[in-house]
């Protein structure tokens, strides 16, 4: 009998065996990200920043070019090697911690001038490789390393809505928020994806994709509890969909 083959590791994709916690879906993102630059046939002239955060390493995981930025200078980066080499198609890869904190200005200024470059954007409520102290999404009540009572909205204030923030821009030409918990979503996470690096190859604008993630280990949560918890309590606090597609048809 003969077999053939429908299903293989993308291209871009190193091969190198992820170091993420189990039950962490970075792991889900990488491979959807680099099925879509093998099926756009980016390989050859994507370029992906990765900030400090438990992304640090994703430069190994991608079989592509890449570097590290300091801590939430991703897009300013990313920014400078667009304008250097707009032939190129360079993404961020960033964390909540990173992103939506000390990264906050790079982010709404490269959205808001409209920089040709790509962000997908992890949120998993909370900061990951440094011992799960509280990030700028953690929820209300959430408790983490610096906030053991519970997020208090008197003393730090309420959960950043980045897309919401985002989509005021004239700048920003798709924006989406998605999560990879059902094959359902998985399907769509790609599509967002897809659409966000063709925001950057159509010249339209600034794209972003927000990820809704899982942190089992800084929860202090088993993978399918997390997985429970995000879809009863992220999904509640921060809307799916699409903010802004000025993309159109793919």
């Given at each position: 009998m003969e077999y053939k083959a429908v299903y293989k590791m993308p291209e871009s994709l190193s091969g190198k065996p992820f170091t993420y916690c189990p039950g962490c879906h970075h792991g889900i993102v990488h491979r959807l990200i680099a099925e879509v630059i093998d099926e756009l046939d980016l390989r050859e002239k994507a370029i992906i920043v990765a900030?400090?955060?438990?992304?640090?390493?994703?430069?190994?995981?991608?079989?592509?070019?890449?570097?590290?930025?300091p801590h939430g200078r991703a897009t300013a980066v990313a920014t400078g090697m667009k304008r250097a080499r707009p032939d190129l198609v360079?993404?961020?890869?960033?964390?909540?911690?990173?992103?939506?904190?000390?990264?906050?200005?790079?982010?709404?200024?490269?959205?808001?001038?409209?920089?040709?470059?790509?962000?997908?954007?992890?949120?998993?409520?909370?900061?990951?490789?440094?011992?799960?102290?509280?990030?700028?999404?953690?929820?209300?009540?959430?408790?983490?390393?610096?906030?053991?009572?519970?997020?208090?909205?008197?003393?730090?204030?309420y959960p950043v809505h980045v897309c919401e923030i985002l989509k005021e821009l004239k700048?920003?030409?798709?924006?989406?928020?998605?999560?990879?918990?059902?094959?359902?979503?998985?399907?769509?996470t790609k599509k967002y994806i897809k659409k966000a690096f063709l925001a950057q190859i159509k010249n339209t604008g600034y794209g972003l994709v927000e990820v809704l993630s899982t942190c089992p280990t800084n929860w202090g949560m088993g993978p399918i509890k997390a997985m429970q918890w995000l879809e009863q309590n992220m999904v509640k606090e921060y809307p799916l969909g699409v903010f802004i597609d000025k993309v159109g048809e793919e």
């Open positions: 900030p400090v955060g438990c992304s640090v390493f994703a430069y190994e995981f991608f079989n592509l070019d890449g570097t590290v930025a360079v993404f961020t890869y960033q964390g909540d911690g990173d992103l939506a904190a000390i990264g906050t200005a790079e982010t709404i200024h490269a959205a808001n001038r409209g920089e040709r470059i790509t962000t997908i954007f992890i949120n998993n409520a909370i900061y990951g490789m440094t011992g799960g102290q509280m990030a700028p999404t953690t929820l209300l009540g959430m408790k983490t390393t610096t906030s053991p009572y519970g997020r208090n909205a008197e003393k730090e204030g700048g920003v030409a798709f924006l989406a928020r998605t999560k990879v918990a059902t094959p359902k979503d998985v399907i769509t």
